[in-house]
């Protein structure tokens, strides 16, 4: 086993760098056994549908193109006049299955949001091909309107409030992230020093990033745990209301408890906000989509909440980096920045002046995107258009669904199966909650060790080794890697396991090898009485 001052050098290293030093010792583990990785989030499915759709309309798109100018590999431009007919024409359904998908597509955008069918082909095709900046710089116009239904269906529970927002699409949810923190801090909205409130355990950046120099803010640990099947309970929630806490921030459901928030936690979130009503909230839904009738906290509280969201995890997209900020066009971050001091109000006038000619009107969401890149560089900024049409083709194959998505269907069933494995070959109680999303799994080390061999065992692990002394072996000796949950705001001895990213019948086989090394680790526990 590995010396304790280099395990303590290890943890000081962020959970997703922990796994990244682990992967090489996995690779190359002493039993020869299988590699395998379960650290991850990335799924190990896609969406074929919208990635085959996106290859007709960029083979429709340069068609389109060559019909204006074509010499060589040199074409044209797209024209909007008669391009509806040029693309029935171009469709070939009763023979493509992907074509028929194109041509409900359009219909459905017609049909259910109004919007004309040329000029909806016409951004598809341009947009897909690449061929223009993004205009608006924001978001394409007909694609927001189609990603906010999309939003609509899956995250709101019924409440309707696509008309009621404005969509900025960024590079992932990590990029939404890290916009979303620039320019709250940008707009004096977070200052050094203030107080921000945090639902743990949670995604590491929501941790690592207020520490750092950049911000330097406070945090407040909002505690989710085991014993209340990680739901946020009312006397967390009611922290909120702690003198100087401007913000709260939550992955929903949360990674890695995996739980979503209960209809009790949103209820008692909405309290809060009678209380407190300028009080700001950010909500990362990802994955919202692996729980069945989920609610998220933008439904109840969309006056006071940023909702982001990413499409990697559904559809298989993370290479793609495919993510959207939700604001509400009545929001308490534009009511706050019109509150601040006039000399904070003229620096931010003067900030944003390049842009518009009333800089003092600029919505927040809006300051993003000029923040996005660095102001100056505001009429070039936007999610690239081939990217923005890849959100719009994965959110129209849940759209043009007249019954229940199987797709989705199909994503949560794959995620239970894993999750029932690893927990049947652990021989633990899965969790039931119809909350639980089981795109990951928590294990608790001492508690296993516990049940398995008594607390005499489970106090020697805790006090003879570090935390991620489990992890090392496991990986070096058995070739599996896992994530160290401390990293993510767990207490010590939590093990993050993801359902996504690897074949059903390997999480059996990850549950037998973390109990043969705890065996190891109890066969010496024995040798030392």
């Known amino acids: 086993m590995t010396s304790r001052e280099e395990e303590k050098r290890l943890e000081k290293l962020g959970a997703f760098e922990i796994s990244s030093e682990l992967l090489q010792l996995a690779q190359h583990n002493q039993k020869g056994n299988l590699f395998l990785n379960a650290g991850r989030g990335n799924p190990n499915w896609i969406n074929a549908k919208a990635r085959l759709a996106f290859t007709r309309i960029i083979e429709f798109g340069v ?10 590999d040199l074409a044209g431009y797209i024209q909007l006049e008669g391009i509806f007919e ?13 074509d028929q998908f194109l041509l409900d597509a359009v219909n459905y955008v017609h049909d259910a949001l109004n919007i004309d069918q040329a000029e909806f082909i016409k951004e598809l095709a341009d947009g897909a091909i690449g061929n223009n900046y993004p205009v608006p710089s924001r978001i394409l116009k007909n694609s927001e309107r189609v990603i906010n239904a999309y939003l609509e269906s899956v995250l709101y529970r019924g409440e309707k409030l696509a008309e009621q927002t404005d969509l900025f699409p960024t590079e992932g949810g990590t990029a939404a992230i890290v916009y979303l923190f620039n320019s709250l801090k940008e707009n004096k909205l977070i200052k050094k020093g203030d107080k921000i409130a945090i639902n743990t355990p949670i995604f590491t950046p929501y941790l690592q990033i ?18 209340h099947n990680w739901q946020i309970q009312a006397s967390e929630v009611d922290k909120l209301k702690g003198e100087g806490i401007k913000a709260f921030f939550s992955v929903n459901p949360s990674n890695p408890g995996a739980m979503a928030f209960n209809d009790a936690a ?33 439904s109840v509280a969309p006056y006071n909440t940023l909702l982001v969201y990413s499409y990697s995890k559904l559809f298989g997209a993370t290479g793609w980096r495919l993510g959207v900020i939700a604001a509400n066009k009545k ?16 620096e931010l006038a003067a900030r944003y002046s390049i842009n518009t000619l009333e800089p003092e009107k600029l919505k927040f969401i809006d300051r993003m995107v000029a923040d996005s890149r660095s102001v100056g560089l505001y009429h070039t900024a936007g999610l690239s258009t081939p990217q923005q049409i890849m959100e719009v083709l994965f959110s129209l194959t849940h759209l043009v669904t007249q019954e229940k998505d199987a797709y989705i269907e199909d994503t949560k069933k794959i995620i239970d199966q894993r999750y029932q494995a690893l927990f049947k070959g652990l021989m633990l109680e899965p969790n039931t909650s119809k909350e639980n999303s089981k795109y990951y799994a928590l294990i608790d ?17 805790a006090a003879h080794f570090e935390q991620v002394d489990f992890l090392y072996n496991l990986s070096q000796k058995n070739g599996v890697v896992l994530m160290d949950g401390v990293g993510f ?5 939590e093990l993050r396991v993801s ?20 065996d190891e680790y109890h066969q010496n526990f024995l040798q030392q009485e």
Request: proline share 5%; no cysteine.
């Open 63 to 72: 068609e389109e193109s060559e019909r204006t100018i074509s010499q060589g």
């Open 86 to 98: 040029r693309f029935e024409t171009f469709l070939t359904p009763k023979t493509k299955k992907i």
């Open 210 to 227: 207020p520490e750092l120099n950049d911000y330097e803010l406070v945090e407040v640990d909002l505690r989710s745990n085991e014993e």
């Open 266 to 298: 949103l209820a008692e979130i909405e309290k809060v906000i009678a209380e407190k009503p300028e009080l700001m909230i950010i909500t990362d839904d990802v994955y919202g989509t692996f729980v069945e009738d989920f609610k998220t906290i933008y």
């Open 331 to 346: 929001n308490v971050f534009d009511h706050l920045i019109n509150q601040l001091a006039l000399i904070d109000q003229k």
């Open 445 to 461: 080390l001492y508690q296993l060790a516990e049940k398995l061999y008594g607390p005499d065992f489970s106090n020697y692990l």
């Open 489 to 493: 705001g767990t207490k010590p001895g």
């Open 499 to 518: 359902e996504a990213n690897l074949p059903n019948k390997d999480y059996g086989i990850i549950a037998k090898q973390i109990l043969e090394l705890l």
